[in-house]
């Protein structure tokens, strides 16, 4: 990989536009959202909100990313294909991956954030977990599951171990559709994370303004959401190594 | 040393994948130095009778092994058997090339650093070790200025001498080779099995075929395997020419296969 690559390209993108969100709510943001909730106050911006929050977001994404990374390893690399157990984590999964995710969102706004009227780490972890886990550990499958056999076998009849394998060769080749994974987890929580405070929004105000500011806000966040997320993805299938041969 | 000159031997070797039985009472000699080709219609145990040897079966899991195998006049499945040493000795090669995603300068190193502690080859050292393992397969002058380049966008035949060449610095004594030259041309097959002919008194080969011809060409012992039971093990010529068994004698005059 040289510095041209595409995917330094990326990277760069996000960190971009990360600055870019982050300056825009230092500058537009409010402070104390928790006690406007709490106090049911009106006016509530839905972008500073999630802002708001996004930084409480990073190391628990971070946190839940590497969980749900090392738990697909596990499955596909130490776990026989062949035994129920596998059978069964898997279809979970895929339950899970398939609930959409404004059920998960609702859950978590009405059920720990209503209930509990705060909006705590706990219910953040929770619905995080929730919507992102699944998306990742099905994603990452696939990319394992994308890195050919034979390459596999060359390592192990080198004398490779089962790290060394991983690590050398399972990983850097999964990366990018790993990677896109990830990328398209994060855009799921963003674009619920805006449709959560839509209807958060109605819950407490009026639906004037929900319209005036909810919906245009939100749908704002979805487009841009989409198109970074295929924007991504498009630069890394280009880098992924699975077109040779 | 004073070897008994067989590089393997095996022992009613029976392998199971579940229910299926694979190999059945397998009791083979396999001289040190030669090339044997193992030949047999598709499904009579060829190739997992091969992988047995470096044990790379099972990582299929539900395999069931019985038997012995001697590899040097060790058991391989004894308990303190280490894997690492044993894939050491016994190199493989594919079916399909399959060079590691990564140049070709670290294709030939990558077996060895796994096998030397971290860090402990020097530069010279390394660039020594590609270019003799390079030359001994006839890549070197082709690829000297392509040492960067990544090994999967190499030509077929150049691949599958890389991957011969990937086995050497790690000074293997017994190369596998499962189908080696079906993915490849006529010219890269006759590339790699003049390249066998040049190795073949270093080291030992066990090639699986399903071309006769090459099987005649190329090896000097055969071995004819028939639903999972070796059925004739001897001599190429003798094989081919008056063979014992009626069975033999059917796929080697191709009356069927």
Known sequence: MNRSDPIYNTIALVILTIIFVLFWNFTTGTSDVEGRIASNEVVMDSLSIIYEHFYRMIPIFFTVVLFSLAITFFLEEWIPQQSWQYRIIERIIAILASIPSLVYGIL????????????????????????????????????IQGVDIPVREAAYALGANRWR?????????????????????????????????????????????????????????????????SIFSSFLHKNSDYRTN | METNNFSIETENLSLWYGDFQALID????????????????????????????????????NVTTKGQIKILGKNIYDEDVSLLELRKTVGMVFQRPNPLPISVYDNILFGLRIHSPFRSLTRTQSDEIVEDALTSVFLWEDLKDKLKTRATSLQLEQQQKLCIARLLPLKPTIILMDEPC????????????????????????????????????????????????????????????????????????????
């Open chain 1, 108 to 143: 978590g706004a009405y059920l720990l954030v209503i209930q509990s009227d705060r909006i705590s780490y706990l219910t953040l972890i929770v619905t995080v977990v929730l919507l992102v886990v699944p998306v990742i550990i099905q994603s990452t499958q696939m990319a």
């Open chain 2, 26 to 61: 397998v009791s083979v000699n396999i001289p040190e130095g030669k090339i044997t080709g193992l030949i047999g219609p598709s499904g009579c145990g060829k190739t997992t009778l091969l992988r047995c040897f470096n044990r790379v079966n099972e990582r299929y899991g």
């Open chain 1, 165 to 229: 394998v991983i690590a050398d060769h399972v990983l850097p080749n999964a990366f990018p559709v790993i990677l896109g994974g990830i990328f398209i987890a994060i855009s799921r929580v963003l674009a619920i994370a805006a449709l959560i405070i839509v209807v958060y929004e109605w819950k407490i105000t009026q639906l004037q303004s929900m319209i005036s500011f909810g919906i245009s806000k939100s749908v704002v966040i979805l487009l841009s959401s989409a198109l970074i997320s």
């Open chain 2, 182 to 257: 079906s993915a490849l041309d006529a010219k890269g097959t006759l590339a790699v099995e003049e390249l066998m002919g040049v190795l073949s008194g270093t080291y030992t080969f066990l090639i699986v075929t399903h071309n006769m011809a090459q099987a005649k060409r190329i090896s000097d012992e055969c071995i004819y395997m028939f639903l999972g039971e070796l059925i004739e093990h001897r001599e190429t010529q003798a094989l081919f020419e008056n063979p014992e068994h009626p069975k033999t004698a059917d796929y080697v005059q191709m009356r069927y296969g």
